[in-house]
């Protein structure tokens, strides 16, 4: 009885929350999405979303990308713009600008892009900072 219910709320809050590009479709123009998204065929143009983004290995992006996490299998090409993770498995390829919170790289990717890491950069140039003086005081003062 309590079992029943629980699972009709998890299959209700699971189908509402992703959105599927299956394999042989193709988009173009903005696409927007509060929910996670899955893409399997063609997107050409802007996406903008606040969940994660998983990129098939027959999903194709040409365009921009702003979202939080992005998964790849398949292949970008364009501006891609996160806040948190972008990972790449060994068959996804990309090509363009990206600026991410953190990256992980499987071995066999392609990553032909210009990368900017946010987050993480202000904290390693603070305690950069920091160790560079700490050295140079000695150095004076011998």
């Not at 498995?89 to 953190?102: D, Q």
């Amino acid at each position: 009885m309590f079992s029943d219910n629980k699972k009709e709320k998890q299959m209700a809050e699971g189908s509402s929350s992703q959105n599927i590009i299956a394999q042989g479709t193709k988009v173009v123009g903005d696409f927007s999405s509060q929910g996670d998204l899955r893409i399997d065929g063609i997107i050409e143009g802007n996406i903008k979303t606040s969940g994660k983004v998983v990129v098939g290995k027959s999903g194709i992006i040409k365009g921009t990308l702003n979202g939080t996490d992005a998964y790849f299998e398949g292949k970008f090409s364009g501006k891609l713009a996160l806040s948190g993770t972008l990972t790449l498995k060994s068959s996804a390829h990309l090509e363009g600008e990206v600026v991410a919170g953190k990256l992980a790289v499987e071995p066999g990717a392609t990553f032909n892009v210009t990368c900017v890491m946010k987050g993480t950069v202000k904290e390693m140039n603070n305690g950069g900072q920091a160790i560079q003086r700490r050295k140079s005081e000695p150095e004076k003062t011998a």
